[in-house]
């Protein structure tokens, strides 16, 4: 728009009052509303694309934890469709299908460096991830619904047989179809091999949700921080083993609880029947591991 967001008159402010009453206006906040005027909302006066918006408004989240990273923006609609708008959008998807159909055109890929990313830190994580990253998968959804449905198109994508899984070939020609990642097949098969946690040659929808999950806590030190204080129920500053594993038989997740329990064991590394962050973070975190 060609104004900062947080605005002060500086014929009114100077030195450090202008910082001062610069600083109290992030405090409050970036109001996603369009309005007359200038200030910490939309101008009214300068109309853009609703995908524009949505992407703006998530970059000024007051809350860290809830706020884009840098590598989630890159993810963002509005980016990877070239700041086109949703109708532009069908239009040239539509075009494309046209020519795809004649023949004309091959599909291009959607596993982007950031994608390829996600996979390679849930391959080199801790097996507790697999008990964790369940647990958050609702609200990965509800905070990152852009993301999930890139999820959803990059399954259709890859399940080119459309039988509901992924199995290894169709997982290695996806990959190596993409442009911006360079692996090597050692890399490709142990991916593939930490998506598949029931091991049974395919992985299903939620294992790529597992792993953008996973993705999304390690994102940012606030949301590991708060996972943690959310599995603390007597916020006593540690993780119960006995609670964890509670919550892991109600949610039977995978159909796996009892291999998921052994797993939770080996993360109390001093063997308290407790896990502390540190013992949390060493697990969940691919610097760690």
Do not use: C
Not at 30 to 48: A, C, E, L, N, Q
Not at 175 to 182: F, V
Not at 239 to 256: C, F, N, P, Q, R
Request: hydrophobic share 35%; no cysteine; charged share 35%.
């Amino acid at each position: 728009f060609g104004f900062p967001p947080f605005y002060v008159d500086p014929t009114k402010y100077y030195g450090q009052r202008e910082a001062q009453a610069i600083y109290r206006l992030i405090q409050k906040g970036f109001d996603s509303k369009v309005k007359r005027g200038y200030g910490p909302w939309f101008p009214k006066k300068m109309p853009v694309s609703d995908e524009a918006k949505d992407l703006m408004a998530r970059l000024m989240e007051s809350d860290t934890s809830k706020r884009l990273t840098a590598k989630e923006a890159l993810q963002h609609s509005w980016i990877l469709n070239d700041g086109k708008s949703s109708k532009e959008i069908k239009k040239d998807n539509k075009a494309k299908k046209k020519e795809q159909d004649d023949g004309k055109e091959e599909a291009g890929s959607s596993i982007t460096t950031e994608v390829g990313y996600q996979f390679a830190n849930f391959a080199t994580s801790n097996q507790f991830k697999h008990a964790i990253t369940a647990l958050f998968r609702d609200k990965y959804q509800q905070m990152r619904p852009q993301h999930f449905d890139n999820l959803k198109k990059l399954f259709k994508e890859l399940d080119t047989d459309g039988n509901g899984t992924i199995d290894y070939g169709e997982f290695k020609n996806g990959m190596l179809k993409s442009k911006d990642l360079n692996l090597s097949e050692d890399d490709i098969k142990k991916m593939f091999q930490e998506l598949d946690i029931n091991k049974v040659g395919e992985i299903d929808f939620e294992a790529l949700v597992n792993a953008a999950v996973h993705d999304y806590l390690i994102a940012s030190d606030q949301r590991l921080y708060e996972a943690f204080r959310e599995l603390d129920d007597d916020e006593d500053g540690k993780i119960k083993t006995a609670e964890l594993k509670k919550k892991i038989k109600e949610m039977d997740v995978y159909g796996k609880a009892d291999e998921l329990l052994k797993i939770i064991d080996s993360v109390d590394l001093d063997k308290d029947g407790t896990i502390d962050y540190e013992e949390f973070l060493r697990a969940l975190h691919p610097d760690f591991n």
